[in-house]
């Protein structure tokens, strides 16, 4: 049974199928969720992004991440050419449902990719039950 089908579920909604280089240009960050025996793991890209820049709440059993990123010309140096925006914000939101341990969660961020990792909860878990 494939515990994640929620989560995904919100994702392909919010996605909406839509071009996935349209919904990658905007504000929503791509994301892929994988899920092992005892935990998701959401990986987004957040190019750009400092650390101090992200914002990752969860509340009500709705994990949160914010981001922003603007773009600085080094001392020296003048802006000939500007394709990227100067200032971007990154917002994209999960709907883990009870599957999920929420006070477990842990994130890193590392070359400007985000892992996120959420264990399963208890209750979700397959277990054995004894024959007595």
Same mark, same amino acid.
């Given at each position: 049974?494939?515990?994640? *089908?929620?989560?995904?579920? %919100?994702?392909?909604?919010?996605?909406?199928?839509?071009?996935?280089?349209?919904? $990658?240009?905007?504000?929503? &960050?791509? $994301?892929? !969720?994988?899920e092992?025996?005892t =935990? +998701?793991? %959401?990986?987004?890209?957040?190019?750009?992004?400092?650390?101090?820049?992200?914002?990752?709440?969860?509340?009500?059993?709705?994990?949160? %991440?914010?981001?922003?990123? =603007?773009? /600085? #010309? &080094?001392?020296? *140096? $003048?802006? #000939?050419?500007? =394709?990227?925006?100067?200032?971007?914000?990154? =917002?994209?939101? +999960?709907?883990?449902?009870?599957? !999920?341990?929420?006070?477990?969660i842990?994130?890193?961020? /590392?070359?400007? #990719?985000?892992?996120?990792?959420?264990?399963?909860?208890?209750?979700?878990?397959?277990?054995?039950?004894? %024959?007595?």
């Amino acid at each position: 049974m494939n515990t994640a *089908f929620p989560m995904t579920q %919100v994702i392909n909604a919010a996605m909406n199928h839509r071009d996935a280089n349209q919904f $990658a240009c905007g504000r929503s &960050p791509r $994301a892929d !969720v994988m899920e092992g025996a005892t =935990e +998701f793991r %959401v990986t987004l890209d957040l190019p750009g992004v400092k650390q101090e820049d992200l914002d990752i709440s969860l509340e009500n059993m709705t994990l949160s %991440v914010k981001a922003k990123r =603007e773009t /600085e #010309v &080094p001392e020296g *140096f $003048a802006l #000939v050419r500007h =394709e990227r925006a100067a200032k971007a914000d990154f =917002e994209r939101t +999960f709907n883990l449902g009870n599957g !999920v341990d929420g006070s477990s969660i842990e994130a890193t961020f /590392e070359n400007g #990719v985000l892992m996120l990792t959420l264990p399963k909860s208890k209750q979700s878990l397959p277990r054995r039950i004894e %024959v007595k």
